[in-house]
């Protein structure tokens, strides 16, 4: 029978009202070490890539949604920049996707569980042993009340197997803590719901690329008008992270719009900061091409404008004689 003691509910039945199981497919995660799979093309950094290596990465454990990696273990396995691996992660956890302490080097999907839950109490049993081995920090104790949360309303074998094998060495903790037993499980949400999105508002790294061309149009700015105030480049910086990743701008395409614009007689008195810069970069865009198109067709380069200068002198001269 359906729900029977010890058996888990149907999959094919709802684990909780309002939510049914979904169609997967298993994905054995040695594919990414597989020379095969390793020899084809690789994809530029961005969030759906990283996504799907974090659920099936070698890093996971049998827990499913919590791991013990580093951002830069992760990066060096995909192959990317540091900074690159920042930003893609950065627009997951920006949606609630995932959440990270990477000074204790710990990941948490908070909903992975809806989609892997256990087929039998052993598991549970082989979830409590992982579970042991991760670093002690507030991530691995949300996770304890997830998994708590989530075998409500499981039979009794694997409430039992989870009392007993899992976050032993927590429990300790737990006793005067907010997500102890006393806590009422409704108080806990479930599925734990997305937090809204941080603004574009939080620290750029210095190094990272955004501010690299901000501090760029700073520079050409002020050939201009040495004098140009100090700008808050942090500010400066979102906007070419929004540019970027939310409008898909390339940043070599960006650079090539700033050294235009600042060398154009109209843009470079309107062009003063980065947000004027993502307003106008459309049609900075279409005046540059436009240009380059009109420049092709006489061929102004340094060369053939010499070449015409000395054919008008010429000519000129030729002309004065007659």
């Not at 920042?86 to 710990?106: N, P, T």
């Not at 997500?179 to 599925?191: E, R, W």
């Not at 979102?238 to 395409?253: A, F, G, S, V, W």
Request: net charge positive; glycine share 4%; aromatic share 10%.
């Amino acid at each position: 029978m359906e729900g029977s003691k010890g058996n888990p509910p149907s999959p094919s039945l709802p684990l909780k009202k309002g939510i049914l199981m979904g169609r997967y497919r298993k994905i054995d995660s040695k594919m990414w070490g597989d020379e095969k799979f390793a020899s084809l093309s690789k994809s530029k950094p961005n969030g759906q890539t990283l996504w799907i290596f974090l659920l099936t990465g070698p890093h996971a454990n049998s827990c499913p949604g919590l791991y013990a990696v580093g951002e830069r273990a992760l990066a060096e396995a995909l192959g990317w920049q540091l900074k690159d691996f920042r930003r893609a992660f950065k627009e997951i956890s920006m949606v609630g996707m995932a959440k990270a302490d990477w000074e204790k080097r710990v990941i948490l999907i908070p909903n992975v569980i809806k989609y892997d839950p256990p087929q039998n109490p052993n598991i549970i049993k082989k979830w409590g042993k992982d579970f042991d081995e991760i670093p002690e920090c507030s991530l691995k104790r949300e996770y304890y009340s997830i998994i708590k949360n989530f075998l409500k309303d499981f039979p009794e074998g694997f409430q039992k197997a989870f009392r007993e094998y899992f976050g032993n060495d927590l429990k300790n903790d737990l006793k005067n803590d907010s997500l102890n037993d006393s806590i009422n499980d409704s108080s806990i949400p479930y599925p734990k719901p997305y937090p809204k999105p941080k603004p574009y508002s939080e620290s750029i790294d210095p190094d990272s690329v955004e501010m690299k061309i901000s501090s760029l149009l700073l520079s050409l700015i002020r050939k201009n008008k040495p004098d140009f105030r100090d700008p808050d480049l942090q500010k400066w910086s979102n906007e070419i992270d929004l540019m970027i990743q939310k409008e898909k701008r390339d940043p070599e395409r960006i650079e090539k719009v700033i050294r235009w614009a600042t060398n154009d007689e109209f843009w470079k008195t309107n062009i003063l900061s980065t947000k004027k810069l993502r307003q106008q970069f459309d049609t900075l865009e279409i005046k540059m091409e436009a240009q380059k198109k009109r420049n092709e067709i006489i061929g102004d380069d340094p060369i053939d404008r010499r070449a015409r200068l000395i054919f008008r002198r010429k000519g000129s001269s030729n002309h004065e004689e007659t």
